[in-house]
Structure formats: C-alpha cells, structure tokens
C-alpha cells in the first residue's frame, strides 16, 4: 500500500501506521480509500487494531492540493469526496475490535476526526488537536458525529467556531483523549493499554462496542431494558463467558489472555 504500512503480531496486535511523513500523514481521496480498504482487509487474527504515524505530525487534516482541487469539481464529484471521507470514519468507528490512537504532533481536521473514531486515544504532551475546517472556510461536516461524541456539543460549539487549536492536557480535559505522556513514554502506555485489552475476552469487547453504540442517547424505557436483559442472558451462556467464570473461579488466566 502506497500511504499505509500494516503489520501484525503474533498476539493479533495489528498497527495501521500512515505513511505520508513528508505530507504530514496528510488526507487525499486515495489516502482514504487505502485507509478504508486496510480496516476492512484486516485478519479475523487481529484482537488490537493501533494506528500510529511515520514523521512528525500524526495526521494534518486534508491535503492541501487535494483541497485545491476540489474548487473545480461539480457539487457531485465533492459529495463523492465527502462520501469518501464519511466511509473511512465510519469504517474506523465500527470497526469491531478496540482501537487505540496513538497521537504525536499534530492532529488538524480530519487527523482529529480520526482520533475521535478511535475508542482510546493516548497522546503525547506536545501533540495538537485541532477542528481547523473554519479557517479554511469550511465545515466539520463529517467528523461532528464522531466529535460530538467524544467532546459534547458545548465544546464542540467554542473550537468548531474558533477553530483554534488546543493541546493535550485541554484535549483531555474535554474527553478527547484519555492518557497523556510524555514522547519517551508513549509506546509504554499504549503497550499497557494493549496488554489491559489482551487479559479480557474478545467476544466481550466486540460485544461492547455494538453496545455503547445502541444505548448512547437513548431513553431508559422498557423496551431497551429488555433488550439488555436478553443480551446479558444470551451472552452468560456463550463458550467465552463460561471460560471467563470458570478462570475467576478457578484462579487461573482465561484461554484468551498472553
């Protein structure tokens, strides 16, 4: 792949790294097809899916002359574009296995956008985020689910507006990102993230992730309680949850832990 570098190891930890470190890991429509492609590409094997960057920015936002192009496209050819974009968020944001972003330097735009997809984002002190969209006299469009999701609209209302940048310590203050460290610490922390992810039980997490998602926002009324209870009692008679019981009982790792 021209824009990626995939590899997996022999615990199903998958690292997606971009690769555009003279572009600053910068996003054209080929970019985000690749991007899209290598998520749904990846091996039942992966239990971890991180992804990382080469250089010195974790993802500028849009590339600049891809943007420059765009001002001669028809209204049509901009909503592939913009179709384009929405698929590779989406594709990152139901991807079924945990996701972990590994943040240095800048995050502008969509490179934000992309974190904000990503289930666990651990940043460096001196990395950046940013919905710059405005000072380009655009819109967040695409992203806003997902921002809205991990910031709320209130500060979503200041930095969509203002677009201005904020760094890490703010960024996690507003829930955007859930572990800051320092540059020389930041393969450790993600490491134990990873190795947190690896002791519980596959199923379970994949299981999770449909569940936030169908109760974000929804009102507590009986329908959705009783669609809870049948989930619950369905999963405690699966093969993975008699394993896990019996390992708790038993004093001893499960099957699926390294």
């Known amino acids: 792949m021209a824009y990626l570098k995939?590899?997996?190891?022999?615990?199903?930890?998958?690292?997606?790294?971009?690769?555009?470190?003279?572009?600053?890991?910068a996003m054209d429509r080929a970019f985000m097809d690749e991007l899209t492609l290598g998520i749904k590409s990846l091996s039942s094997n992966t239990r971890v899916l991180v992804i990382d960057a080469n250089g010195r920015h974790f993802c500028a936002g849009a590339d600049i002359n891809w943007m420059k192009a765009s001002t001669s496209l028809s209204v049509a050819q901009n909503r592939d574009d913009a179709m384009a974009l929405s698929n590779m968020l989406d594709t990152l944001n139901?991807?079924?296995?945990?996701?972990?972003?590994?943040?240095?330097?800048?995050?502008?735009?969509?490179?934000?956008?992309?974190?904000?997809?990503?289930?666990?984002?651990?940043?460096?002190?001196?990395?950046?985020?940013?919905?710059?969209?405005?000072?380009?006299?655009?819109?967040?469009?695409?992203?806003?689910?997902?921002?809205?999701?991990?910031i709320g609209p209130r500060a979503a209302r200041r930095y969509f507006i203002t677009g201005e940048r904020m760094d890490a310590l703010e960024a996690y203050r507003l829930g955007l990102v859930h572990?800051?460290?320092?540059?020389?610490?930041?393969?450790t922390r993600v490491e134990e993230i990873v190795s947190?992810?690896?002791?519980?039980?596959?199923?379970?997490?994949?299981?999770?992730?449909?569940?936030?998602?169908?109760?974000?926002?929804?009102?507590?009324d009986t329908a959705l309680?009783?669609?809870?209870?049948?989930?619950?009692?369905?999963?405690?008679?699966?093969?993975?949850?008699?394993?896990?019981?019996?390992?708790f009982l038993e004093k001893r790792p499960a099957q699926w832990t390294f």
Request: a negative charge.
């Open 94 to 150: 139901t991807f079924h296995r945990p996701v972990i972003a590994r943040v240095h330097g800048a995050a502008l735009g969509g490179g934000t956008g992309l974190a904000c997809c990503c289930d666990i984002v651990v940043a460096c002190e001196s990395a950046q985020f940013a919905f710059s969209e405005v000072k380009l006299g655009i819109i967040p469009a695409t992203i806003s689910p997902y921002a809205l999701a991990a």
């Open 196 to 220: 947190a992810i690896l002791d519980a039980s596959p199923a379970a997490q994949k299981n999770v992730k449909s569940l936030i998602a169908e109760v974000a926002g929804r009102p507590v």
């Open 225 to 247: 309680r009783e669609s809870l209870s049948e989930q619950l009692a369905t999963i405690r008679t699966t093969d993975e949850a008699q394993e896990g019981l019996s390992a």
């Open 6 to 25: 995939t590899q997996t190891d022999s615990r199903g930890v998958t690292v997606i790294t971009l690769n555009r470190p003279e572009q600053y890991n």
């Open 179 to 187: 572990h800051v460290c320092s540059t020389d610490n930041l393969d």
